[in-house]
């Protein structure tokens, strides 16, 4: 970290509402790992966990296919219909059955009424359960506030403030990779371009936010440390770096960009994104047993897809497209890039309605079985995908 | 009545791959422009030779063209400002509640072109606007010139000398058509979004103007300036900040090939209700289709409503940062050139969609056809006003039609992609 001179800070403050036209020579950054590395060494790291279960027990049958060879519990469709049940086809879904085709008295309408009453209550859980038929578009930000609890206070937005003078203040190394980051996924998208600088002020905020340490306490995962110069293994001497402890990977600004639709005030951005990290998106880049971590999503994601497709499954095997290798980026990014941003926006209505992340694993095996048909005829990993 | 159907033959001055392709899959036949041909996708330049009365050029039934003859009543700056004025005074006159003031004196209906003077015609009633309030900003623009070009921004009346009636310079400036300018205020509190400008790109097809058939694209898009927006002074004469145009925003330092800074309708539709609300969205669309109907409606009187003739119209709109839309111009011939890969797809399907309705099911035309194209062909156009209906209606739907006011039984909102089902008002 380097303290900027006094008039570098001046001038970034000057340009804080359009860094996208200002960024710094990138040409020898490269992102720091990307979701393939990622799946790479969860593959190294649970195939060297897996001697710890011996048991004796023959591979499971339901993923003796499968790249992710972990016993770990994931749910069978029984038991994944009871979980999800508001998304039975009987129930009425945003997205669906609110189609030109269909008329608003039959599910439309009320489903607005219902929500606009949870708002008006300021009713977390019920807005919680609202949300698994999807948000009306005009009422998504305020319930996504609601169940995150996120109400931008006056404290609030000096926290924000205060993050952002920090950025103005000092530089990290951190930074270039965010704006490496943001120019490769986000600046190239049809829908986030246009979002572009909003990007970067929360990205070299959240770099920043030491409170973001706390999910540590509930993550498997710990933050990469650094040490004072001439003092490389004394605790007292240690840092985290970036002081948030989280290293953003290629993609990672993937996660704040659908947000830029909901949320135009920087500081309620900020927050909204900070909580959706702290408690969803961490757990798609860290190693953990966790029913919503990305190891079990992979193996949930594998398990349907064999156990329900088998003869697709066998048949990408054999010509070498491993559907994980496919699907893996799809879950690490929850979607973000890979669906249009209104069905992302309906598909994170159900992440927060269920406070799970398992719906990525069984999207991904889904859009496997829309496409059966087509996948059963390619020969390549590339024609596949 | 036709003993051999034969083969569309096609002609045309615009060498674009999103037309010719289109002509192609159709199975036409390419001919010359002296030959016998049955379509003639023109030029504005051309237009002007077929329908010019020294040529007495005379086409028969079974020959379409893509302009109306005086289309530039519409698409010319000067007229088009020229024709909603004397619109608005005529509908003031009949004492139509459309004309309705407020206690400013500002149309409440169709108060939608900023206020806008011909130079140097008019030079001196702009001055006296000018004065009122000279803290403003005013645009200036060539009235027979695209693109972008030639457009300034000036906020001294200095800016503008050569332009005044008496100027001692005035003799170099030609009083003829092509020097002409209009000068209108700016509008210099655009909606942004990601602090950016843009504008909005509508396409329309007119195929009758009386009675006034016309249909609107639901695939349009916003163009976003590369640069930040900024009101400063210091930055009135960054193109990048203030021009739209992607013929002027291509040469930016920041311009992206991929994307090529444009956004589709329905995200700004998805981003309007997620940030401000499903009733104002959806008033603004309903706004932005009823400036599109009445600036139609201004000019069918004066249209030459030659029956060989459609045209599709590149709409170019703005929406300022009070959600009010404002038609800064429309263009006869909207770029067919693409920018980006899924451009390239956009103007494909417009073309291709455009054709299926002025040219039925394919074949060889004949003009007196009734132009009413069954509804599975108009692929992603909509019925944006079709005169014939409104008026067999039967019903009177001046007042009910109006923006802001509840819409009568049919004119219901269809959802598909969010967007309303356009009323049709008389």
Redesign the interface.
Known sequence: AFQRPVNEQKELLNKW??M??DEPDLSLFRPVYAPKDFLEVSLHKTKLIHPNYENGEQPSFRNHLGLIQVPLKVKDIPELKEDFSELGLNIGQLGID???QVP?EFF?NEHVRVGQKVLAEQDSAAAQQYVRQGC???L??DLWALILNISNQPEDILYYEQLKSNVIQHDLLVDSLIYKDVKLTA?????Y??????LYQVLLCFSRDTSVLEHFTYSSATPPKSYIQGKLGMEEYAVFYPPNGVIPFHGFSMYVAPL?????EPSKLYQIFREMYVRFFFRLHSISSHPSGIVSLCLLFETLLQTHLPQLFYHLREIGAQPLRISFKWMVRAFSGYLA??QLLLLWDRILGYNSLEILAVLAAAVFAFRAVNLMEVTSLAAAE | FRIMAGKVKWVTDIEKSVLINNFEKRGWIQVAENEDWNFYWMSVQTIRNVFSVETGYRLSDDQIVNHFPNHYELTRKDLMVKNIKRYRKELEKEGSPLAEKDENGKYIYLDFVPVTFMLPADYNLFVEEFRKNPSSTWIMKPCGKAQGKGIFLINKLSQIKKWSRDSKTSSFVSQSSKEAYVISLYINNPLL????KFDLRLYVLVSTYRPLRCYMYKLGFCR?C???YTPSTSELDNMFVHLTNVAIQKHG??Y?H??G????V??LR??L???R??EVTNKLFDEIHWIIVQSLKAVAPVMNNDKHCFECYGYDIIIDDKLKPWLIEVNASPSLTSSTA?DRILKYNLINDTLNIAVPNGEIPDCKWNKSPPKEVLGNYEVLYDEEMAQSDGTDRDLRGRPGQPTGVKGGR?????KPVLTTWK
């Open positions: 509402n359009e996208g036209t609110d189609s030109a608003p439309e009306p578009t005009a998504r930000a600046s190239n998208d049809d829908y371009f246009v979002f572009e600088d909003y830029c639709f909901l949320y135009h941003t209104d | 979004i990601g602090g950016k976003f590369t640069v930040k330092d920041d992206n991929i994307h800074g444009k956004w589709t329905s995200n998805l981003y209700e997620s940030t609300g499903k899924n269809a959802r598909d992609s969010g």
